[in-house]
């Protein structure tokens, strides 16, 4: 079975406040031949604020638990009290969802 965007942009709205997932989880979730670059190219094209519901994409970080896009992604997480080291990461062992019970 082939995934769309649409199943990207669902998988992103379930990750809760205050958390973030990984390009890679995400695709895991949705499958389907679905890959982290998949996932990238989808949220890139919805663009920041281009949907009807909204998609929280800032909170989908890097398999590192970095920022892929910096700034106000940064910014977003941070009024989200998500923690962000002098590195520049998250530590996804506090912060990261991957509620993979609830599978699209």
């Not at 379930?14 to 958390?19: F, M, Q």
């Not at 994409?57 to 590192?64: E, G, L, M, T």
């Not at 892929?68 to 530590?91: K, N, T």
Request: hydrophobic share 40%; charged share 25%.
């Amino acid at each position: 079975m082939a995934f769309s965007n649409e199943q990207i942009f669902e998988a992103v709205r379930r990750i809760p406040r205050g958390r973030v997932s990984t390009y890679g989880q995400i695709a895991r979730m949705v499958g389907g031949g679905c890959g982290p670059r998949q996932v990238g190219w989808a949220l890139a094209a919805l663009g920041r604020h281009g949907s009807e519901r909204p998609v929280p994409w800032y909170r989908v970080v890097n398999a590192k638990g970095m920022s892929s896009l910096g700034g106000e992604q940064l910014q977003l997480l941070a009024a989200e009290d998500v923690a962000i080291d002098d590195r520049g990461r998250i530590d996804l062992r506090r912060f990261g969802w991957d509620d993979f019970e609830d599978v699209i």
